[in-house]
């Protein structure tokens, strides 16, 4: 039975830099979230916010530091460890990042088969299933590109609800949508969070005021930091800080338009 005193994904002194780049794109970032945890994400364009999700998932090592779940280092599990990590994260990715090549029905097929060495009968109930779920009952056998980008948001969804995860990495889950769309998966985003899994929640959002009912508080990341959650009340409260500005949208205050140049 998982030990609930201690952190279900943590970050302890991690930094990130691509190759080639003169300076970090984050460092230093201490963060835990814990079990049962709603927390938005936010920050300026290019601040690293889709970077550190990803070293939080795994996909991208730390230049130093280390990632943990549940007290484990990333780095230094073991094979059976690993396994249960990517059973226990689910994710969701800016652009979707899913197979062009595949049906949406095999977007789901190849996890399964990867993950739990599922195919046949079985792997094809919970394909239907995943799909229900999503409200693309029906639509397996769809090329991606047949697909509206909400219909692939959707299906990016139902990929990372595969396994019942216990941790959801959220990235811009409503980017490129319409007002009608994005509503749409809020909603199913919502259901989700209040289903039986109540998943452990970290989600990247340009856009504060369509995630603030599905997350209790914010992390703020900028100029390589991070700030640690606050409660959006109190964020709101701020005066002449950088999220202030940031929740507000105002020219004025210490963020600059070149953050937004930033790679």
């Known amino acids: 039975m998982a030990d609930k005193s201690v952190p279900i994904l943590e970050a302890r002194k991690v930094a990130f830099r691509f190759e080639g780049a003169a300076r970090p794109l984050f460092s230093g970032i201490d963060y835990a979230l814990e079990q049962g945890d709603s927390v938005g994400l936010l920050g300026p364009t290019g601040a690293g916010k889709s970077v550190l999700l990803k070293v939080l ?27 249960a990590f990517r059973r226990a994260l689910g994710m969701t990715f800016q652009k979707d990042g ?5 049906s949406c029905g095999d977007n789901l097929k ?6 739990e060495g599922l195919s046949g009968k079985e792997a094809d109930k919970r394909v239907e299933a995943a799909l229900e779920s999503v409200d693309l009952r029906g639509q397996k056998d769809l090329k991606i590109y047949e697909m509206s980008g909400g219909m692939q948001k959707r299906l990016g969804l139902a990929r990372a609800l595969l396994f019942k995860p216990e941790v959801l990495l959220y990235d811009e ?30 989600m990247v ?3 504060p ?9 914010a992390a703020f990341l900028n100029d390589a930091r991070l700030d640690p959650p606050k409660s ?17 949208g105002s020219l004025e205050g210490p963020l600059t338009a070149e953050l937004g140049d930033q790679p």
């Open 173 to 202: 889950p409503t980017a490129g949508l319409d007002p009608i769309t994005s509503r749409n998966i809020l909603e199913l985003l919502s259901r989700s969070q209040k289903g039986e899994m109540q998943p452990t929640v970290l």
């Open 205 to 207: 959002s340009s856009q």
């Open 209 to 217: 005021h369509q995630i603030e009912a599905l997350t209790s508080g």
């Open 57 to 83: 998932a795994g996909l991208f090592m730390p230049t130093t530091g280390a990632v943990y779940f549940r007290g484990v280092s990333l780095k230094k599990m073991k094979r059976s460890q690993w396994k």
């Open 98 to 102: 899913l197979f062009d090549s595949l």
């Open 232 to 248: 959006w009340a109190k964020a709101k409260a701020e005066k002449h800080t950088a999220l202030a500005q940031f929740l507000s």
């Open 110 to 115: 190849f996890p399964l088969f990867e993950v």
